[in-house]
């Protein structure tokens, strides 16, 4: 530690400091001890640490359905905002976000020593497993939440304000309505996305559809796609997915309504994949990354017990690409 300290101009309680509660050392600072250390391989006894500071160093994510792009996506998010402050994550990826499941990962993280735990969590099944936390657990809540009465910190995309911005803008290009394609309706995620969609109608004092449900994939979204080319009054549609808008598009396709000309598509997620798709696709972008970095931020004050602000929203971004297009 003292070689750490000498080749970064600072004190070995400076570099001790950083190791141990970052949190309390400038951005400035840290970034300097954190180079030496790389540059010195230099590796601290996670034992001592534990036995000094009550800290692990370690972060527990509990996650579900790793698999969809999402739920992937704000993993990826929260284990580079770890990394950057040198902290490692221990995931607990469970098979359903009930209160049973919720505790049992919680408690495997926690026999793990880890300073605190975030919960990725889609489901409104989740809120109740939310309710019943252990004391002392400082804990924050990603994605889920939003509109649900849960006791902890949130860091959650817009999702409400995303699906607005996507209805208002098929709405300027002159089409009457928008029809809806969403997620299961179980998703905090897809709920918001309706309301957001409804909201937007209705502030036009424009006819609001029936929504229609999915399931996320691809698949589910050509089904409803072929059902959805086979009325002429259809001329915008809102998916809550790009996977689902994909199977759309080629239902659409098949049929013979060509994209944009007869019918509009918008997604949702901005998936690498969207930009290529055919036409490629008009779709709301979430910043995953600023989702990890808010979740991250917000556990470490718990951790050191500062009491801040109990949600941190962030803004997605319409892209306009091919897919959309004025009304026929």
């Given at each position: 530690m003292e070689d750490v300290a000498e080749l970064a101009g600072v004190s070995a309680m400076t570099v001790s400091r950083v190791l141990n509660a970052p949190e309390k050392v400038r951005p400035e600072?840290?970034?300097?001890?954190?180079?030496?250390?790389?540059?010195?391989?230099?590796?601290?006894?996670?034992?001592?640490?534990?036995?000094?500071?009550?800290?692990?160093?370690?972060?527990?994510?509990?996650?579900?359905?790793?698999?969809?792009?999402?739920?992937?996506?704000?993993?990826?998010?929260?284990?580079?905002?770890?990394?950057?402050?040198?902290?490692?994550?221990?995931?607990?990826?469970?098979?359903?976000?009930?209160?049973?499941?919720?505790?049992?990962?919680?408690?495997?993280?926690?026999?793990?020593?880890?300073?605190?735990?975030?919960?990725?969590?889609?489901?409104?099944?989740?809120?109740?497993?939310?309710r019943h936390l252990p004391q002392g657990l400082p804990v924050v809540d990603v994605g889920g939440g939003t509109d649900l009465p849960v006791p902890v910190p949130v860091a959650a995309v817009d999702q409400h304000a995303g699906a607005a911005r996507a209805t208002r803008h098929l709405l300027s290009l002159g089409h009457r309505t928008v029809w809806h394609l969403s997620g299961p309706p179980n998703w905090i995620d897809a709920s918001g996305r309706v309301a957001g969609w409804r909201s937007a109608l209705e502030a036009e004092g424009r006819e609001v559809p029936e929504p229609l449900v999915g399931d996320w994939t691809a698949h589910s979204g050509y089904e409803i796609g072929k059902r959805l080319a086979r009325e002429p009054d259809v001329t915008a549609v809102f998916v809550a997915n790009d996977h689902m808008a994909m199977g759309v598009l080629r239902a659409l396709r098949e049929a013979g309504r060509r994209v944009p000309d007869d019918v509009s598509v918008v997604g949702f997620d901005d998936v690498p994949e969207a930009a290529y798709f055919w036409p490629p696709l008009t779709t709301v972008r979430q910043n995953f990354g600023e989702v990890g970095r808010q979740a991250f931020q917000l556990l470490l004050d718990r951790i050191a017990g500062v009491e801040g602000e109990a949600r941190r929203m962030v803004e997605p971004e319409l892209v306009v690409r091919e897919s959309t297009g004025v009304r026929p």
């Open positions: 600072t840290r970034a300097r001890v954190l180079a030496a250390v790389r540059e010195l391989d230099y590796r601290p006894n996670s034992a001592a640490r534990v036995l000094v500071t009550g800290r692990s160093g370690v972060l527990g994510v509990v996650c579900f359905d790793t698999t969809l792009y999402g739920p992937a996506s704000t993993l990826f998010g929260i284990e580079q905002a770890a990394r950057d402050s040198d902290y490692l994550v221990s995931i607990a990826s469970l098979p359903a976000l009930n209160r049973s499941w919720i505790t049992r990962g919680i408690d495997r993280l926690r026999s793990q020593s880890v300073d605190g735990v975030i919960v990725v969590a889609p489901h409104e099944s989740a809120a109740e497993g939310l």
